[in-house]
Each structure stands twice: as C-alpha cells, then as structure tokens.
C-alpha cells in the first residue's frame, strides 16, 4: 500500500513552453502533498506544500508563480513549470502525506532546451 | 532550525562487508529521525525511521540504525553489503506539520559495492 505514482516520468520541452507533471495517490488519500526539487548530486529541497482544497505553501525563495501547484482532489496534485528556461532542468519529486509519514513518488526528469 | 550533516559524500566497500553510514543531526526538541534509498533515477524508499523507545531501530532490506542523544547521531549499519545496495542514501530529520513529518534531508552519501 501507499504507492504514489508521478507522470510523466521525463519530459524534455522547449525554453518558453509550459510543463505540467502529475502526482497521484493510488490507494490512499492524502490531505497534503508536498513537491521537492533536486539537482544532481544533490539533496532533495522542499518546494511547497500542497493542501486539497487550498492554496500551496511554498518555501522561501520558490516563485509561486513559476510553479504552480493546484491539488484538486484527494489524490491528486499537479506541478506546473510556467514558462519553462533551462534553469528549471531538474529532478522533481513529489510526495504524499499518509498517517504521518510521507511517500515519495518516482520522480520526473525536466530538461528545458 | 533542524539540519542534518552526513559527512562522507561517498562510501566504497566491498561486497560482503560490513557498513556504516553516519549521520548527524541538530534539532531543539525530539527528533524523528529517517533514513532513505534512492537509486538512481528513483524516488525515496523509507528504510527506517525513529520517533521513540528502543534506540535501535530495525529496517527493511538488513539496515538498522541506532540513535545516540548524547552524539545526535543516527548512523545506518548493515552487516553484510550486498552490490544491489549500491545507491544514495538520505538521512534526515523530521518536523511535524500539519499533519504530517516534514522532513529535512542531508545531502546524501552516495554507497559504491565492489565485488
């Protein structure tokens, strides 16, 4: 139980466009979702919060307006690059929030050209 | 505020032989500390974690770790390596927020198995 799923799980776009990648719950609901950014050789770090029903937290320093994050059901929440530059080429990792513990979803690979 | 150090940024050891990965911590108040797995490409695995009692905690694929408050330490040992554990390791410590453990990640060891 507690799988969390994430799609796509690479996707390469071009500077400029919009990426939106999905993080779902399969077999249990979760309240809260949480997104992580992690560069190579690097740990993960905390992006934002994501509450069913409400507006994101995000963690000092990400603009809320690049990434977008709506969480619209109890199993689902989306992360959406706006306006995608190679700066935002990275490793995005969601996770879903069950009995305390969080559950990590696989991971989407963004390559911004 | 809470942070963990995990001072080797890489470990080699030999397939068959014993590991231990350390990991230190600084928290005011209780920790809840984790240890996980990322392969490469991958996602986390929890491999164990600590809230309270028995300081030596038992975890899924051979690992155990033991918490020392008087170190703030929380290092993870295996006896025996095998080559498929080859992959990063992330200790960290968790802060309860709205319902759920926040945690705070150190950088990572990255293990390599010889064989």
């Known amino acids: 139980g507690a799988v969390v799923s994430q799609h796509p799980s690479r996707v390469i776009c071009k500077s400029g466009t919009s990426v939106k990648i999905e993080c779902r719950s399969l077999d249990f609901q979760a309240t809260t979702m949480f997104w992580y950014r992690q560069f190579p050789k690097q740990s993960l770090m905390l992006m934002a919060t994501s509450n069913e029903g409400s507006k994101a937290t995000y963690e000092q320093g990400v603009e809320k307006d690049k990434f977008l994050i709506n969480h619209a059901s109890l199993t689902l929440s989306t992360l959406t690059v706006t306006s995608a530059h190679p700066e935002d080429s990275s490793f995005y990792i969601c996770s879903a929030s069950l009995d305390y513990e969080q559950y990590f979803g696989p991971g989407t690979r963004l390559t911004v050209t | 505020a809470q942070s963990v150090t995990q001072p080797d940024i890489h470990i080699t050891v030999s397939e068959g032989a014993s590991l231990e990965l350390r990991c230190n911590y600084s928290y005011g108040a209780t920790p809840y ?67 759920s453990y926040i945690p705070t990640f150190g950088r990572g060891t990255s293990l390599i198995v010889h064989p």
């Open chain 2, 33 to 99: 500390l984790f240890w996980y797995v990322q392969s490469p490409g991958q996602g986390l695995q929890l491999l164990l974690k600590y809230f309270s009692g028995d300081t030596l905690v038992q975890g899924i694929k051979g690992f155990e770790a033991e918490f020392k408050r008087s170190q703030s330490s929380f290092n993870l040992r295996k006896p025996s390596v095998h080559w498929s554990d080859a992959a990063e390791y992330f200790c960290a410590v968790g802060v309860l927020s709205g319902g």
